[in-house]
Every structure is written in structure tokens, then in C-alpha cells.
DNA sequence: GCCAGATCGTTCGTATACGAACGATCACCG
DNA sequence: CGGTGATCGTTCGTATACGAACGATCTGGC
């Protein structure tokens, strides 16, 4: 069938639907914003937000496995091996044996992690209230529980 | 003021910050399903969603620049290049000078690249579909109107 | 106590993502 | 017409992201 008369029957899915309307491209477009934002936020801290994500975490627990931390920010293991490295790199932690598992490697974070940490944790509000500025308080709430059920 | 101190008043921001309270972690949550989703619909066609999007705007527009692909598909023109190499690797796509710019690339979709974005087509309902699969039609419109608006 | 299957972390390969620097070209202004 | 600033696409470097294969280790069942 020649495409003029897929178009005149309007039978071409292709030309009906629009990347403009999907779902994916507006929750991309909004992650990508506001992965923007945090970016411009913490420049001069040299904090990426997955870096940012694992401290956070390790704040809280002082102390997990490597597969843990990536179970809780939602990481690859891959993924947060890499992540992982780099902040050890720059001392923001450190490695532990596991006394109970020989396969685990235990992350906890250093002073130097804990300072870092400390400074984000004073400029985080500002990438929420960026990214969040378009919006008003109910609309806010809605998001955060639509969101939560797709997740 | 001294850490202990803040710790005595609870004043420390890193312990009342939660990772999962943040708009950042959903939009992240959100987004990484539905890839997920994507990825597992379309695995066999071996198409990616950057690249199901640059197919779906060189279908609407027949032939656009790089530059412009990029700024339709929300993609940095250092990405695109290597998403359009790929395209082009596999003959979905096809490179054409642009007489009015000798800068600018042109990049247009061959038969195989129709024919594949039609298979391709068939089957996007169904990524959509489980995406928004776990919230109902009004929840649909408020996601879809909250996005637009942060974006 | 042993072994089969699960789990931990690594490495490799591939695909975005994006800032920065670069060469080529273009557009516009004086 | 000539030059300066903007734009096009590339390349490099870095950081996610994730599937797959791998070795080491753990676990449960027998």
C-alpha cells in the first residue's frame, strides 16, 4: 500500500502519534531538567546526584554493603561499583571487610565524606525548590503520589 | 556551630533528609521502569527509545539536521551524533549534504528504517500502556499536566 | 560434610548524557 | 569586502546505566 493512501485511510500508526504526547518523553524531559538544576547547584562541590544519593544513604547507615547501597538508590551493582569507586577516590569513603560474608565489601563514609555531605546538604532544598518552582503545593502532592504508584 | 550541638537541637539537615522523599528520586524511579518496560518490549527489534525517538521525528519530518533532530528528541548534539551513527550503522538512516549549509548534516530514514519503525510502532502502545499501567485516566492527565509544566 | 544453586562484586561491551575544545562554515555588520 | 561572532558537527573525557559472563563464596538440603 502506497503511503498517500495509508494517509488518506489515516491507517499509519506512525503518522498519528506524536513523541510530543508519550509518557516517556515528559518524565524524561523532567529528570533531564532537573538533573540540570542539581548539576548547576553543586558545580563547585563536583557532586554528581548518584554520588550524592549514596552519601546520603551512608549518612543514614553509617555502614552497608556495596549491593545494599545499590538496592537502596535504586543503582546496578555495576552501576554503584563504579559510582563507588570514584568517591573512594577521593577519600569520601572507604572500604570495610564483611566479618560474616567474605563476598561483601562494606561502605562507610570518611570525615571528608561526612563534610562533603554537610555542604551539599545545605544547597539540596534549592534543587528541589528549582525544580519544583513550576508547580503549586497540590500539584506537588499529586506528583509525589502518582509517581510513587508507577515506581 | 559545632556538630554536637546540632545534633543535640536535631538541627543537622542530613539526618532529617530522606532519599526517598525527593522529587528527584521518583522522576529517576519513574523513568528507569518505564526504560525498563521499553527495553523489554522492544528487545528483539534492538531498537533503544532514543533511537525509536529519532525514528518517530524523521518519520513526521522526512529529513532534518543533526542539530535539530537533537533539540526535537531533548538530545545533546554529542549524542545524537553517536545515536545517529548507530542508526546509520544498521542502515535505518542515511546521510544527506545540505546544499544550503555545508555545516549541517541531513539525516533522512531509508526503506529499512521505515519498515522497522512500523514494527516498531505496533508495539509502543504496549510500553505506554504498562507504564501507566498502575494509575488511572485522571491520574493519566494530572502526570501528563504536571510534567508539561515542569519540563 | 558435600554439592547445587544463589549471591557478591568485577569486568566487558554497549548506549546514553553532557561539558569543553576544536575546525569549518555561515551570517551580518560596517 | 573583510572580519567577528554565532552555529554545525566532531572528538575527548567523564559519569551513569545495564546485560552478561565470570570467579569467589555462601547457603540450604541431603
Not at 549514596?54 to 556495596?66: F, I, N, T, W, Y
Request: proline share 4%; charged share 30%; no cysteine.
Amino acid at each position: 500500500m502506497k503511503p498517500e493512501l495509508r494517509k488518506l485511510q489515516g491507517s499509519d500508526p506512525a503518522d498519528s502519534y506524536r513523541l510530543e504526547d508519550q509518557v516517556g518523553y515528559w518524565l524524561r524531559r523532567a529528570y533531564q531538567r532537573h538533573m540540570a538544576i542539581f548539576t548547576g547547584v553543586m558545580t563547585d562541590l563536583d557532586l554528581t546526584s548518584m554520588q550524592f544519593a549514596a552519601l546520603v544513604k551512608l549518612h543514614e547507615l553509617r555502614a552497608v554493603s556495596q549491593t545494599e547501597l545499590g538496592r537502596l538508590t535504586g543503582m546496578d551493582r555495576a552501576t554503584v561499583s563504579g559510582v563507588v569507586a570514584r568517591l573512594k577516590r577521593r577519600d569520601l569513603v572507604l572500604y570495610k571487610p564483611d566479618p560474616l560474608d567474605k563476598r561483601s565489601r562494606i561502605i562507610a563514609m570518611t570525615p571528608t565524606g561526612e563534610a562533603l555531605l554537610t555542604d551539599a546538604m545545605q544547597r539540596i532544598s534549592r534543587v528541589t525548590e528549582q525544580t519544583l518552582e513550576p508547580i503549586g503545593a497540590a500539584e506537588r502532592e499529586s506528583l509525589r503520589a502518582i509517581l510513587q504508584k508507577m515506581a
